[in-house]
């Protein structure tokens, strides 16, 4: 869109550490992560060291007009500290794991970052999140006017439906990290219990990998769901193309979410949806799917196994939605038109001073 970028982010395996692409100059900086589904408290103190040394260099060779942070946690320190001595705007992207209280295996770092988080909030721009339910949760840490609603998007160019053989029977996907906020534990131990009320084939698919794999493993052998179950642990971009077109139905039945990706992915692919009542679920999932919490979810699997007109006119709805309201494209502009929006902010304040 005309405007020239730099990224400072984390150095995995043996990806360059810098390299410039068209308007877009990325440096990747050193740090002890070491999988891609998660990174712990050590590893993101490394990153925010190791990014703090970089940005504090390249700031000095070059004009910026403002600062995007990308997460609170680990990286807002640094919009902080750069607009204090440098006097350069900054907005922050909230994830939601980056809201205090969201993740357990943080609670004690919780506590010790909730005053400076609040001060790294108030002294930016703007608060960007991406779900009704997101800016729910952040207005109950702290509440204040900057915080605004983009939501996520996707890429539906790429992201479409393509022919490819299938097997009999109705084929359901999840796809994301396996972990135990995602609910997976309630739904396996029901699928004989489905298979039987659809009087039909069924297998689910579960593409993606992380620290909860064994523990569904062991939960799939204990209900008797070997048979119907598959894990296809973490799949490229390309190959996961297959799964979607393979699929017949997508399922999330997650606790918590910011405004999973991968639904819109789904979507974009014609996927009819069930997920959970979580955060970007009431934007999603309108007459494209079915909002179901745990006692309903194997209700609503049987419902959509049953109905194939049902599903085609949801995956078509999917679709529609995606066009409409999610694509990449439109929400570029909506962080275009808040960043100039910022910019413009500190240039009047400028003029007066």
Partial sequence: ?????????SRFEKLPLQETLDRRKIFRVKALRKKKEKSTFLEMFT?????????RKEI??????ICFIFFGIPSGP???YINKKYKI???IRIGGGDIPGAQKRFKFLYKILERPLKHI????????????GLEKRARNFFDCEKIQVITNGVDYDYFCRKPVEKNKGIELLFVSRLLEGKGLQYIIPELKKIQKEFSGDIHLSIVGDGPYRNELVNITKESGAEDLVSFHGTQSKE????YYSSADIFILPSKSEGMPNVVLEAMAMELPIIITPCEGSKELVLDNGIIAEYKDFAAAIVRLCKDSELRERMGK??????????????IACQYESVLKDIVRQKEDYSKDV
């Fill in 1 to 9: 869109m005309g405007n020239n970028l730099t990224i400072v982010t």
């Fill in 47 to 55: 990153f925010l060291i190791s990014a703090f040394l970089t940005v």
């Fill in 60 to 65: 000095k060779r070059t004009k910026y007009d």
């Fill in 78 to 80: 640094i919009g902080w």
């Fill in 89 to 91: 705007p900054y907005i």
């Fill in 121 to 132: 909030w108030q002294n930016s721009g703007r608060i960007i999140v991406n779900s009704e």
């Fill in 239 to 242: 190959k996961l193309l297959t």
């Fill in 317 to 330: 709805r999917s679709r529609e939605l995606i066009e409409k309201n999610f694509h990449w494209k439109q």
